[in-house]
Structure formats: C-alpha cells, structure tokens
C-alpha cells in the first residue's frame, strides 16, 4: 500500500502554474495552461451559475470565464490590474474544451517536488475535495494544488456548451 501512495504522490511532482485567491497560493498543472492574458471583456450569459462569468472572444474562439473566487465560495473581489485569466485545457468524459479561469494574480511556475506534497485532508462526505490533487509544502505557507479537470462538475461543464 505504501508503494503505490509513494508511486500516486511522484505523479504530482512537476510544474505548476502559481496564482493567488484570496490571499492563498493555488497552483495547477503547468501542462493544463494553454495561455495567461489579462482581463478582457466577458460577455455574460444568461442563466448560467453565479461563477460563470461569460465568454470571451479569443482570437476568434470563444470561451467560457469563470470566476475561482466565486466558484469557491469566496466573496467577490472587483478586477485589478493584477487579475489574470488562465485559460485551461480541461477534460472530463465528453472530451476537452478551453475554459478560462479568473484569478487575482499569477505568482510564478514552481517545480513541486514529491516528498514536498501531501494528500489534501478529508473533510467528511459534507464536503468535497475531488478537485484537490494534493498540499504542496513550501517554507511557511501551502499551495492547495487544483486538479483543473474536476473544479467543475460535469454537469456544470455541460452547462458551459462542452457537448
């Protein structure tokens, strides 16, 4: 049992894409960023979850925006001029799409070592963390790695036209 958990936990080791949210380092696959532009005009759509922001117009691809911060329960934060959207190769059974991802500001890309990740806590079934992939350690802080195929669920995916 150990093996594998020492095999699950090299598997995270790699680069990652560094931001801020909130105050709090998260981080994501630098493998999952296609780009990082600056805010730009999002289009709201109707009748989409509070998160979703709208698309954007990306060199002639659109693309759904959403907003981290909303989607974690965080209060929301008006744009600065160090507010970024990543925008993202996310999967899930239906395929792959682009989505970008509102956050308040990149930090940097961080090669993450194994023995410097931990699994993320359980929290008890009341609270999901399926789109944790794990705790990355640094001097006195913790980034909370995101596994960015599952911050959303399929059936908000599907809300966002991934079909």
């Given at each position: ?60 691809k659109?693309?759904p ?16 001029d ?14 792959s ?6 956050v ?30 794990g705790?990355?350690?640094?001097e ?24």
């Amino acid at each position: 049992m150990a093996e594998s958990m020492d095999q699950a936990e090299r598997s995270l080791e790699g680069k990652y894409l560094t931001f801020s949210l909130n105050g709090e380092d998260y981080g994501v696959g630098i493998l999952k960023v296609r780009e990082i532009i600056g805010v730009m005009p999002i289009t709201p759509v109707p009748q989409t979850p509070r998160f979703v922001k709208g698309v954007i117009n990306l060199r002639g691809k659109v693309i759904p925006v959403i907003d981290l911060r909303l989607r974690f329960g965080m209060e929301p934060e008006d744009y600065t001029d160090r507010t970024c959207i990543v925008v993202a190769e996310v999967k899930n059974e239906n395929g792959s799409m682009m989505m970008g991802v509102s956050v308040d500001s990149v930090s940097e890309v961080a090669h993450i070592k194994a023995n410097e990740i931990e699994n993320a806590p359980s929290f008890g079934v009341a609270l999901s963390t399926d789109y944790i992939l794990g705790m990355a350690k640094k001097e006195t802080a913790v980034s909370i790695l995101l596994d960015i195929d599952k911050v959303l669920t399929t059936e908000e995916l599907s809300l966002l036209g991934t079909n």
